[in-house]
């Protein structure tokens, strides 16, 4: 008798939960639609396969801390880029803008993921086009998640950067680093573990990086970045020459640093 109403139970569970995944996934689609619309208004959005990839933990092993990378097959065709984490609070997690000394062949960040959720990135070419590629991600939580140690020393050191080599962007013509900024991140959704009250908002929002006086990128960023946010990118040219980063956050502090690339180890 108890195999009998197993039986039956899980004959009726299957279709219920096809039902709901069926109906997860009518909602997401929805979500996206709306999304596109709202950024790209009636512009056609491409498939993007074989000009875009993007790479990333199918389940996220820290919610908060969710490591992702964008690549693209013809770096000079690239205008721009979007990262859009689809059931994020703020979705969209980064707008690269592309000036003369950048190579976008290579874009690499860490962000928060708060729910299951559809990733895309989209390149927009020099000539207006936009392709999209996407993936589902596992994870939820990571907005919430606490910022980790920022206590007032911490905050003390707030906007410090650090540059490093990265590995090889694969062209020969490029380099490629790693831009560290010292900053929590922190998105309004955080709770302090000892008062029990939300810690305000204050999150990069932008990262202007220029090359011996040529734009390599312009980034545009809201809550979706992880704390002490770090980005590995591509330059064209020699690594020598002066790197200058400007970065501004959401209470309109702004960070300036300079690097001497020719005293950068390798």
Known sequence: MNRLWFGFALAVALPLCSAAAQDDETARAGRWADLRQTLFGDRQV?????????????????????????????????????LVIDDN???????????????SRLLKLRVRINDYTYMHAIEETTRGEL??????????????????????????????????????SG?????????LVRHPNFNGMQMDQV????????????????????????????????????????????????LSIKAQDSQNAVFEQSFDLDQLGS
Do not use: W
């Open 171 to 179: 062209a020969g013509a490029s380099f490629a680093a790693q831009l």
């Open 131 to 168: 392709y999209e590629t996407h993936r589902f991600i596992k994870a939820s939580g990571g907005c919430s998640a606490p910022a980790g140690s920022y206590d007032a020393a911490a905050l003390a050191d707030i906007g410090h950067m650090k540059i490093r080599p990265a590995e090889d």
């Open 46 to 82: 491409l498939n993007g396969d074989g000009k875009i990839t993007l790479d990333a933990q199918d389940r996220a092993l820290d919610a908060a801390l969710v490591p992702v990378t964008i690549a693209v097959q013809n770096p000079a065709d690239v205008k721009a880029l979007y």
């Open 195 to 242: 008062t029990r009250l939300y810690t305000p908002a204050r999150f990069l929002k932008s990262v202007e990086i220029d090359h011996d006086g040529q734009t390599v990128l312009s980034l545009e960023s809201d809550i979706s970045l992880a704390t002490d946010p770090a980005f590995t990118f591509a330059i064209k040219g020699a690594k020598k020459g002066k």
């Open 89 to 103: 609070p703020a979705p969209v997690a980064a707008h690269v803008t592309y000036g003369p000394a950048g190579d």
